[in-house]
């Protein structure tokens, strides 16, 4: 679920949402080098444009700053999360390079200490060094322990090949509170979660996109117990009880599915 809840003066927008650690990831690797300074190397899904713009390389400057110290070292990002998936991808990353190299080399901070660090790659960074289930709220900086265990249920993911403008989300949105906030609902059997724990979002991407809607509909005809759109999208996701069947289902689709 997520609320858009009011507007911001620094451009953000006022956020509550459930995070929750799912078994989809790239992979990342530090090494130290012989070679001053940071050697960077992407591999599987490719993006063009500046490599100091990366969210790996960002989060690396950023620790350098703030140890104000420089690191000599290779860093090698296998990525295999798909780009605007809306599941935190680019974040995660980052905020596992801080975290690495905070253990690499020794700097012994805090979470805290690295969350702070990752507010300023990304609104979102912070949930990845805790990199536990939790409630945000705020741009998603602010932290709570939420009491939710998803353990045995099938998670798919669907990512179409359809690319969401997150301007144009927030865009056709009216920020209001929640009549009741996703730690409340969170708590409720799954099975009640249907048509009270929404995604904010949906109503004008599916309007945007209706083959994204269409992906939400086949999940929950599929059997699963609850079906959302993550983030501002354009991934889908469902919880099952049951494995489904998804074998040519969704055309040139991004599938991903695993027992949590």
């Known amino acids: 679920g997520l609320?858009?809840?009011s507007r911001r003066p620094d451009g953000y927008s006022n956020l509550e949402t459930v995070f929750y650690p799912i078994p989809v990831c790239d992979a990342l690797e530090l090494l130290d080098s012989d070679e001053k300074g940071l050697k960077f190397v992407?591999?599987?899904?490719?993006?063009?444009?500046?490599v100091e713009k990366n969210l790996v390389v960002r989060a690396f400057r950023a620790v350098e700053k703030a140890a104000g110290r420089t690191f000599d070292a290779e860093v090698h990002l296998q990525k295999s999360i798909p780009f605007g998936a809306g599941i935190g991808g680019g974040s995660a990353d980052a905020s596992f390079m801080i975290r690495m190299m905070n253990e690499h080399y020794h700097l012994g901070w805090s979470d805290k200490k690295m969350a702070e660090i990752a507010i300023t790659i990304g609104a979102d960074c912070p949930i990845f060094i805790y990199n536990r289930p939790m409630y945000a709220e705020g741009k998603g900086?602010?932290?709570?322990?939420?009491?939710?265990?998803?353990?045995?249920?099938?998670?798919?993911?669907?990512k179409p090949n359809v690319h969401v403008s997150t301007a144009d989300a927030f865009r056709g949105i009216t920020p209001a509170p929640a009549k009741i906030n996703c730690r409340d609902i969170v708590s409720l059997p799954m099975k009640e979660w249907k048509g009270k724990l929404e995604n904010d979002f949906e109503k004008t991407i599916f309007a945007l996109h209706p083959s994204v809607a269409a992906i939400k509909e086949k999940l929950y005809d599929l059997?699963?117990?609850?079906?959302?759109?993550?983030?501002?999208g354009s991934s889908l996701f469902g919880f099952f009880e049951e494995k489904p069947n998804l074998e040519g289902l969704f055309g040139d689709a991004y599938v991903?599915?695993?027992?949590?």
């Open 256 to 260: 991903f599915c695993e027992k949590l």
């Open 141 to 158: 900086e602010i932290l709570s322990d939420i009491d939710v265990n998803l353990s045995g249920y099938y998670f798919v993911l669907v």
């Open 42 to 50: 992407q591999t599987g899904l490719e993006v063009d444009g500046d």
């Open 223 to 232: 059997g699963a117990v609850y079906a959302s759109m993550s983030g501002s």
């Open 3 to 5: 609320n858009v809840v």
